[in-house]
T-cell receptor
Framework: GAGVSQSPSNKVTEKGKDVELRCDPI?????LYWYRQSLGQGLEFLIY????????KSGLPSDRFSAERTGGSVSTLTIQRTQQEDSAVYLC??????????FGSGTRLTVV | DQQVKQNSPSLSVQEGRISILNCDYT??????FLWYKKYPAEGPTFLIS???IKDKNEDGRFTVFLNKSAKHLSLHIVPSQPGDSAVYFC?????????????WGLGTSLAVNP
């Protein structure tokens, strides 16, 4: 597609439930990133995929968070047993190698 | 510990005047800096960048200045337009051109008044 697409745009979930957030990057972009922005915080790096290389998971805050990227394209960020502190806007971005980011509009996750 | 600091959470300027957004950093290994603009309900969009080998980069109404000795950069918008009203994020990276793990500031909300 023309841009980075994220779904859903909003998600309200009960504490303890699992959620899946989806990202469709720009076609041809080999790099894909997940960030989150909590209230009053800057953008926090979560995970980075580059081509077929092993992902950089160093930003994932706990083992409840995982992400995969299938076929080098679509990525899914999964949060298990959600907690209230997981409430944030989750942003996906893609880029050509060495190029600038293009962000999606984000998924606003609210854990109640 | 904020490695990239935008100390002004908000800024208001009149249309046609200059907007100056400031950003300070603490990590002397940062050598690539970017500014992103974010409208409500949209993801951030790239605005302008600067490498540490330069002290100025200009693109139309937008100019970024880098003062390495002071670990300070600023974004100048002149003349400011109402459509420039957005949140502006400063970001920094340790490896020029390596856009993994950009470190982001908290943003400055700019309001340009007609």
């Amino acid at each position: 597609g023309a841009g980075v697409s994220q779904s859903p745009s909003n998600k309200v979930t009960e504490k303890g439930k699992d959620v899946e957030l989806r990202c469709d990057p720009i076609s041809g972009h080999t790099a894909l990133y997940w960030y989150r922005q909590s209230l009053g915080q800057g953008l926090e790096f979560l995970i980075y995929f580059q081509g077929n290389s092993a992902p950089d998971k160093s930003g994932l805050p706990s083992d409840r968070f995982s992400a995969e990227r299938t076929g080098g394209s679509v990525s899914t960020l999964t949060i298990q047993r959600t907690q209230q502190e997981d409430s944030a806007v989750y942003l996906c971005a893609s880029s050509r190698r060495g190029g600038g980011y293009t962000f999606g509009s984000g998924t606003r996750l609210t854990v109640v | 510990d904020q490695q990239v600091k935008q100390n002004s959470p908000s800024l208001s300027v009149q249309e046609g005047r200059i907007s100056i957004l400031n950003c300070d950093y603490t990590n002397s290994m940062f050598d690539y800096f970017l500014w992103y603009k974010k409208y409500p309900a949209e993801g951030p969009t790239f605005l302008i960048s600067i490498s540490s080998i330069k002290d100025k980069n200009e693109d139309g109404r937008f100019t970024v200045f880098l003062n390495k000795s002071a670990k300070h950069l600023s974004l100048h918008i002149v003349p400011s337009q109402p459509g420039d009203s957005a949140v502006y994020f400063c970001a920094a990276s340790e490896n020029a051109g390596n856009n993994r793990k950009l470190i982001w500031g908290l943003g400055t909300s700019l309001a340009v008044n007609p």
